[in-house]
């Protein structure tokens, strides 16, 4: 595991659960890998799990690995598979991130890249210690065909072994896009409105724009052939009913009131990236990319 | 001695009330009683560019105001331009009235509560209020003026050679509209960008390196409201772009208003404004997808107020 932020924790303690799986868990956070060490990785809540992965800060100790599984937030992709990529010289490497360009940044550092995309999600509560918020599925699919769709599979069925639901499948992209068209659409609105996303969802004229979003993103994913696996408008409109996440601050709103960098470049800004390179015009997504960038630039004036 | 009121003490409104009665005999209408009081206690000290202290009527009742005013400037913002209005149906019976509010419909608000000759003026000054009886001339551009209903380019010039020989600068144009439509734009887009991204207005809005760069959208943005001031049939007095630039190298980093309102969680001018155009576009028939985003998102940001 590349990253043991929530996500990547999810995957180490439950992954550590199986005996014929051996998971070694790289974090920059000195004090959770020293946690992990000492008293094990803890999830609690959606399910209650304690792994014992080997931790390490040091990239130098990781053994050779069969699989890599990286987690990190997009703009740390580069470096982390960078101080990485030695012990995934004979293996896969998947990717389970948000949004667009994490598999081509591993690409520029080991040969076998699997694309993923995953639901689960969760906050990490102290050194060691994770809140499981939400249970999901999560698909791998390889990104090219130095990967066979066995290997996606073996992996797959590995996290299915240790309560983390995964398939396999020979184009992984169509959940990835659906995934980052909800993310794009919406994540960025309530970090500028700061608005939940259910009050984002019942006011018609930014739904409105969230369409505008969606529709953008949709051109684009089917101008490169991807067939989405579910409407995004559907699962907005569901996640914006009371009894589901009405309540929801996206994690960009999230990031935004703590000061944090945000995805925007992987979400929106991936977007705009391949509609430009097939052609398909997104203004939308483009503003509120700039926008969002200069709300993290507002962080650094005086 | 001709006679002035000015309806509103925020900066702008101090501005012109203090300089005026260099050379009028000026009465401020204010809000709060005691603004009144302090005004005629103490007199409206103006630092910065002008160095003085005037001395002025002042008054937060309407019904004290003189019969016999001859111009009046509705100084307040936009937001507060309803209730103003209404509160001076029925009396000034001699005034012109000058709006002097940001965006577009001031001028439609005013008519709808007296028969008053009108005149339409924007300013480009800035003034920052320290208290209620000082003000500090901080930018000293133009106010211009013309004729809107009920008067000429005349009537403007009357007024503008008051402003200046008060010390303010100002200019008369035969229609206001290729002014007033330069601001629009430039207003719709810079304070709008401003009050989503909390970033004053500074170099990003003209920067123009990399592709996600701000500069991109707001030059975006002013290309949509001069398209519907192409429809509109107004011929701009300036580019709004060129104005974005041009403030931005001026070495200071401005505030707008509208960042400073959602900042303090207060309403802000967006109808008048963003809303305005937006609303012009749309009876045009002309799309402003990205200015119709930020008027939704500015918006909505104001009623994540109540969260």
Redesign the interface.
């Known amino acids: 595991m590349v990253g043991t932020g929530a996500v990547g924790s999810l995957f180490a303690a439950n992954l550590a659960l199986l005996d014929d799986v051996e998971v070694w868990a790289f974090d920059l956070a000195q004090a959770h890998v020293d946690a992990i060490n000492r008293d094990g990785l803890r999830l609690s809540g959606a399910g209650e799990v304690v792994g014992r992965p080997h931790a390490t800060s040091d990239a130098a100790e990781l053994p050779p690995c069969d699989f890599g599984i990286l987690a990190t937030k997009a703009m740390h992709t580069e470096s982390a598979i960078a101080a990485t990529a030695h012990a995934f010289a004979d293996g896969y490497v998947a990717t389970v991130q948000n949004g667009l360009g994490n598999e081509e940044t591993l690409a520029g550092h080991v040969e076998r890249v699997i694309r993923g995309t995953t639901f689960p999600a969760g906050r990490l509560l102290e050194p060691g210690h994770v809140q499981w918020d939400v249970k999901g599925d999560t698909t791998f699919g390889p990104y090219d065909d130095r990967t066979p769709l066995a290997e996606a599979e073996r992996l797959a069925d590995a996290c299915t072994r240790a309560g983390m639901p995964a398939k396999a499948v020979s184009d992984a992209r169509g959940p990835q896009w659906r995934k980052v068209v909800f993310n794009a659409s919406t994540n960025p609105?309530g970090a500028?409105?700061?608005?939940?996303h259910g009050?984002?969802c019942e006011?018609l004229?930014?739904r409105?724009?969230v369409t505008?979003l969606v529709d953008e993103g949709k051109a684009v994913a089917v101008a490169q052939g991807i067939e989405l696996d579910a409407d995004p408008e559907e699962l907005i409109d569901h996640a914006a009913r009371k009894d589901v996440a009405y309540d929801h601050k996206a994690s960009m709103l999230q990031d935004v009131e703590a000061r944090r960098q945000t995805e925007i470049?992987y979400l929106n800004?991936g977007i705009?990236r391949f509609g430009c390179e097939y052609g398909v015009a997104t203004?939308?997504n483009?503003?509120?990319?700039?926008?969002v960038?200069?709300?993290e630039?507002?962080w650094t004036?005086s | 001695m001709t006679k002035v009121v000015v309806a509103g003490a925020g900066s702008i409104g101090s501005l012109l009330a203090a300089h005026l009665a260099q050379v009028a005999d000026v009465t401020v209408l204010t809000r709060r009683e005691e603004h009144a009081a302090a005004l005629r206690e103490r007199g409206l000290r103006v630092s910065g560019r002008s160095d003085f202290t005037a001395s002025l009527g002042a008054t937060s009742d309407p019904g004290e105001l003189p019969a016999d005013a001859d111009l009046t400037i509705l100084a307040c913002k936009g937001t507060d331009l309803v209730p103003l209005a209404a509160s001076l149906e029925g009396t000034l019976p001699q005034a012109t009235v000058m709006t002097i509010q940001n965006g577009l419909g001031a001028e439609d608000i005013v008519a709808a509560y007296g028969e008053w000759p009108l005149l339409s003026a924007v300013t480009f000054m800035s003034g920052t209020r320290h208290g209620d009886a000082h003000v500090e001339y901080v930018l000293d551009t133009a106010t211009w003026i013309g004729p809107y209903r009920g008067t000429t380019e005349e009537d403007a010039k009357r007024a503008a050679e008051l402003i200046e020989a008060s010390g303010l600068k100002a200019e008369a144009f035969p229609d206001l509209r290729p002014a007033q439509w330069s601001k629009l734009i430039f207003n719709a887009t810079v304070n709008g960008v401003a009050a989503l991204t909390n970033l004053p207005h500074d170099f990003h809005f003209a920067q123009t390196n990399d592709l996600a760069d701000l500069g991109f959208l707001v030059r975006d943005l002013v290309d949509e409201g001069k398209a519907v001031a192409t429809v509109a049939g107004v011929e701009l007095h300036d580019d709004p772009w060129e104005m974005n630039v041009v403030a931005t190298q001026r070495g200071h980093r401005h505030f707008p208003s509208m960042l400073e309102d959602v900042e303090a969680k207060r309403p802000t001018e967006l109808e008048l404004i963003n809303g305005a155009l937006v609303r012009e576009a749309e009876r045009l028939a002309v799309g402003v997808p990205l200015q119709t985003a930020v008027y939704r998102l500015v918006k909505a940001r104001e009623a994540s107020y109540s969260e």
Do not use: C, N
Not at chain 1, 192 to 196: F, R, S, Y
């Open positions: 609105i500028l409105t700061g608005l939940t009050r984002v006011r004229d930014l409105a724009l505008g470049d800004g705009v203004p939308l483009a503003a509120i990319q700039a926008l960038k200069g709300v630039a507002s004036q």
